[in-house]
């Protein structure tokens, strides 16, 4: 037997956390390490977890669940987190996407439903509901950004911009580029400075604007 799939469940509402907690845990092949209201707790007691996937709302008290991933890619970019929420606005699924989420499914997916797109995600897949993922489609047909004219990037520093764009993790960019991982960190470290900007999705959503 294989060792279950840890989850680790960051919802505010009550009634909804306790039912995924009930569900994960009642399934076979699944663990349920911790389910927390807040992304703040859930950052604080992350290190000792360590679970294979996260399911995060989005509209959270405090720091938002687009704000948590950013902080968990930059710990623990091996770590996989599914969106689970109501929103179905093609921005909110864009930051998400941008911020490192690698799975975006709507709360009225059936339990079945989610449990096989916890294990796809495990396994290396990128879940997402339909009408989801109509709408990713026709975002990323269109050309995601263009140069800021105010801002002078280097071609490689568009080229890095580009797969970020992408969802693109940093070691990946690194393996696609032939380049070190340190070494896109200085890059996404200047682009960040030029643009004046904190973080991917705020490097991005500013390219868009433009």
Known sequence: MSDPIRVMVVEDDDAIRNGLHLLIDGSEGYSCVASCRTAEEALEILPGLLP?????????????????????????PELQVMMLTVFDNSEEIFKSLSAGATGYLLKKTPPAKLLEAIRELASGGSPMSGE????????????????VSSVSLTPREEEILNYLSKGFLYKEIASELYISIETVRTHVRKIYQKLQVRTRTEALLKCIKH
């Open 52 to 76: 294979e996937v996260v399911l995060m709302d989005i509209n959270l008290p405090g720091m938002s669940g687009i704000e948590c991933i950013i902080c968990i890619k930059n710990s623990w």
């Open 132 to 147: 989801i993922a109509r709408k990713v489609v026709q975002t990323f047909a269109r050309p995601v950004f263009h140069s």
